[in-house]
């Protein structure tokens, strides 16, 4: 059974995320109000832990924001959000880690476009060692990539699992307690977006690109740098 479920853990993941995903689907199309936003309320409202653990999972930081919000109005509670938030990010990467570790050619067969990433990530590890399993989460297009690399190495997995934990709550706090702090001004914010959406979306556009853009040059370089070597 253990053989079976290391052998097909990758499949098995994506079959979980999958139910997942559409049980969210199902419980948002049926909730009791209108309007997907308010149905998202309404969904961590009532089951706010429980959702807040599997999109840690995915390292969404858009469900950290909502607990944040929801912690500053009074509905969920700061450092079970905190708590739980952070649980859900260690698992997810203990997951991808697992995955990485026995599923090696299912890995380098599933991710063979991503293998300029799976390089990076390889290059980050040995030059940095320990402290890139606990940034990886802040680094655009590596959060999955990271985990799954290590453990396509022989680094220790307890280790792996300590500083994946303590990097994961720290994770969920840098998020959650700012946006409960300022949870007022983002409010205001998030109004404001709604009703000037047409200056948003371009912004929120500009944004993202310039991320992306950012992440592959710094990719070319790291990696240019590693075959000059």
């Known amino acids: 059974m253990i053989e079976f479920f290391n052998k ?7 079959l979980f995320m999958t139910l997942l995903l ?11 109000v209108q309007g997907l936003e308010n149905k998202f309320v309404y969904l961590m409202k009532e089951y706010g832990y429980i959702i807040l653990f599997f999109w840690g999972m995915l390292e969404g930081e858009m469900g950290l924001v909502m607990a944040g919000l929801l912690t500053h109005t009074g509905d969920m509670n700061l450092f079970m959000s905190i ?3 952070g649980l859900g990010g260690f698992a997810g ?35 940095h060692g320990w402290p890139i399993i606990f940034i990886q ?11 799954i690399s290590i453990g396509l190495t022989r680094y220790s997995g307890k280790m792996f699992a300590l500083i994946n934990l303590i990097s994961a709550w720290i994770w969920a706090a840098l998020t959650i307690i700012p946006t409960w702090y300022f949870g007022e001004q983002i409010l205001i914010v998030i109004h404001w977006a709604k009703e000037h959406w ?5 912004l929120a556009g500009i944004i993202g690109g310039g991320i992306s853009y950012y992440f592959h040059k710094v990719t070319d370089k790291t990696l240019k740098e590693k075959h000059e070597i």
């Open 8 to 14: 097909h853990s990758g499949k098995l993941f994506a």
């Open 22 to 32: 559409s049980t969210l689907g199902y419980f948002l199309y049926f909730a009791p």
């Open 83 to 85: 708590f739980v938030a």
């Open 93 to 127: 990467d203990q997951v991808y880690f697992y995955i990485g570790r026995f599923n090696k050619a299912w890995v380098h067969k599933k991710l063979h476009g991503q293998r300029r990433k799976l390089a990076l990530a390889h290059l980050l590890l040995k030059r």
């Open 137 to 147: 989460r802040y680094l655009y297009g590596l959060r999955t990539v990271i985990p």
């Open 198 to 202: 047409y200056f948003a979306l371009p």
